[in-house]
């Protein structure tokens, strides 16, 4: 079988992004300084990262039979992602809390996933064909465990590229990591997995020690201003960060990395060059105030990378 393209499977949400300087305490009412409302999610975005990093993109999941959910149908559309989704009208389809700093453009973030919730392994292999086909696959773990595991079991067995892409970091078998080509986790997620504090470039590699002792086959570990970490068995690089300009908001820029890495990987890029793709798309989506809407076009992150 021809492989080609990238196959997601995550959660798409709404995301409801307030700017303020502070976040409230219990109890208190604060003013804030702007907000926005657009797609979300981490599947949803990775997949929209992919796709306008060049790649032919198919994207699973479930959402609701409502305005949300006509909204991610809307949003899949005008991004040319081929959805194999399930719409119910026994959940609502999925929405996110978004603070964001005002000036420093750091971010919490209250994720509910709403319809996406309910995806089963049954929901993965009624979309097997996709990922059988894909040339990488990418999850993460806003969906349920058993729906990633399925999705990555699939995908190994057919020989593809696999990315887990384990955030929200969340209790689950170690087993699943030996069916992981890349496991990409940030600071906060390699130390809950490992329990290692990445605090430097000796704590990620020992994090990506560990990791690679639960069975990857390779640990990417993503390190916000400091770059980025390729830490493999037989070699450990340090990829330094992409600055496109003034940071205005980080959220959404982990998505833009994973996008950006499977969408070089399904190119057929040498993985190093695939993390640098990554990178240089991060760094493009954190000079833009949004999540899905800051991923950047092929041509700005290749433009990026020629410097």
Known sequence: MSKTGVAVLGIFVVDLAFRAGDMPAI??????SGFAMGPGGKGSNQAVAAARAGADVTFISRIGRDAFGDLA???WETEGIRPRVARTAEAPTGAAFIYVHETRGDNAIIVV???ADGLSPTDVDAAADAIRSSRVFVT??????????RGLEIARAAGSITVFNPAPAGAFDDSLFALCDYVVPNETEAEALTGIAVSDLAGARGAGDALLAKGAGTALITLGERGALFHGRDRSLHVPPFAAGKVVETAGAGDAFVGGFAAALAGGADPLEAVRFGSATAGISVTRAGTAPAMPQRAEIEALLKG
């Open 113 to 115: 996933s709403g319809a």
């Open 73 to 75: 149908i809307k949003t």
């Open 140 to 149: 993460q773990l806003e969906q349920p465990v058993a729906a990633a595991q």
């Open 27 to 32: 109890g208190e009412t604060i003013a804030g």
